[in-house]
């Protein structure tokens, strides 16, 4: 037998994957070529194997849910386009003003269509909080009340959403709780949406970086974005919200995270969903808020993005096959990959969500953290 097809099928083997099986988590492949390009590539030959369609998988998040547990990620880590991947972003700044457009460039600003079909009516590209929901618009509609509920929003309080999106949360901070809010994104389709669906123009919407930011802030909130920021602009991200918020203020930050210091993004995630992006570990994140910020609470719920996502897959799928967008076959494998690959992660408690909550000074008499949405449980 090949090495290199030997080497991968005793990998799957001890991660109980197996080569044209009959389960649905096991790999069909129908080029031969693929186990030297694996080996050669990585994870990035993997991912544009299976754009390509040299291999399937009928449960590709059960596949990667098994090859993490397995550590296959970190076996296939020591390829060439890992190391270019760690290369850039150990030597230049990936996410400055300069490049910071790159990813809505490459991922956001594609088709509203396309986002508006996999995420739902809250457009929220965030995982759902699904303590108490059974379907994605309630867990997505928890997280929006949980976030208001852990900035303990009042009418009438100016807060700024950094990388608003859709503009969903922005919506919902005015709507249900009649904040003043002001909502920022580098993504010009996600502010054109943002604008078209407030017509009577009661948030204030910017298509900007956030270091470009001025102003005073009773809240500040950041959802999903913080993973675009670079951990070589971290310390600069804290500064300019610390200067933005108001001593009395909050400050939740809500984003994917590591288990430890990564260099960079997956190649394949890299190259073809978010280019330039990062996860935090929990002391690169606490490294930049020391000294800033006083920590009152720090929330994991890693496990409900794995429910979240496969909540977007089934979208996905569904709203390609009604015509809620067209796309490519090799697109739609992509986002097949993305969507169940990353659930797989999630699955495996490889990657986290937090939510932490920040204060200037430290919330006088103490921070009461929010879980339970119950208000007589929390």
Same mark, same amino acid.
């Given at each position: 037998?090949?090495? /290199? ?25 129908h080029n031969d070529e693929l186990f ?9 030959? !993997? ?31 020591? +390829? ?6 760690s290369l850039r972003q150990k030597f230049f700044n990936m996410q ?23 995420? %739902?009516?809250?457009?929220?590209? +965030?995982? %759902? ?24 929003? #009042? ?16 919506? =919902? ?27 009577? *123009? ?7 970086? =956030?270091?470009? $930011? ?22 600069? @991200?804290? *500064? ?19 288990? =430890?210091?990564?260099? %960079? ?5 890299? #190259? ?15 490294? !930049?808020?020391?000294? $800033? ?9 890693? /496990? ?8 977007? @897959? ?20 992509? @986002?097949? @990959? ?13 990657? *986290? ?26």
């Open positions: 037998m090949h090495k /290199a097809k030997k080497l991968l099928i005793d990998s799957l083997e001890h991660a109980d994957i197996r080569i044209n099986g009959t389960r649905p988590w096991d790999v069909i492949v030297d390009r694996i080996l050669r590539d990585g994870t990035l030959g !993997a991912g544009e194997a299976y754009m390509e369609g040299w291999w399937d998988c009928d449960a590709l998040d059960v596949l990667f849910y098994k090859a993490i547990g397995g550590n296959m990620e970190r076996e296939l880590s020591h +390829s060439l386009p890992v190391f270019f991947v400055s003003i300069r490049h910071a457009v790159d990813v809505a460039k490459r991922h956001y600003n594609i088709s509203n269509e396309l986002f508006a079909a996999m995420l %739902g009516p809250t457009m929220n590209y +965030s995982c %759902g909080y699904w303590r108490h929901a059974s379907t994605l618009e309630e867990a997505q509609m928890a997280k929006m009340e949980l976030i208001c509920r852990k900035l303990d929003l #009042k009418p009438g309080m100016k807060v700024l959403d950094i990388g608003c999106g859709w503009g969903g949360l922005c919506r =919902y901070m005015h709507d249900h709780y009649q904040a003043d809010v002001t909502g920022i994104s580098v993504a010009s389709e996600q502010i054109r949406y943002a604008k078209e669906h407030d017509p009577e *123009q009661t948030i204030h919407w910017l298509c900007d970086d =956030y270091r470009a $930011l001025a102003g005073s802030y009773d809240r500040i909130v950041s959802v999903g974005m913080f993973e675009h920021v670079g951990r070589k602009n971290y310390a600069t @991200y804290m *500064q300019k919200v610390r200067s933005l918020l108001k001593k009395d203020g909050l400050f939740l930050l809500h984003t994917i995270g590591a288990n =430890y210091q990564k260099s %960079g993004a997956d190649p394949w995630i890299n #190259k073809y969903i978010f280019p330039n992006g990062m996860l935090p570990a929990p002391v690169s994140l606490s490294k !930049a808020f020391s000294g $800033l910020f006083v920590l009152e609470d720090w929330h994991n719920f890693g /496990a409900d993005y794995d429910r979240t996502l496969m909540a977007w @897959y089934e979208r996905f799928e569904k709203g390609l096959k009604e015509g809620g967008f067209t796309c490519h076959e090799e697109v739609r494998r992509m @986002y097949r @990959y993305y969507l169940l690959s990353c659930a797989g992660a999630f699955r495996a408690r490889d990657i *986290q969500l937090w939510q932490l909550v920040l204060s200037p000074h430290g919330v006088a008499g103490g921070y009461r953290g929010v879980r339970n949405l119950d208000p007589a449980r929390n």
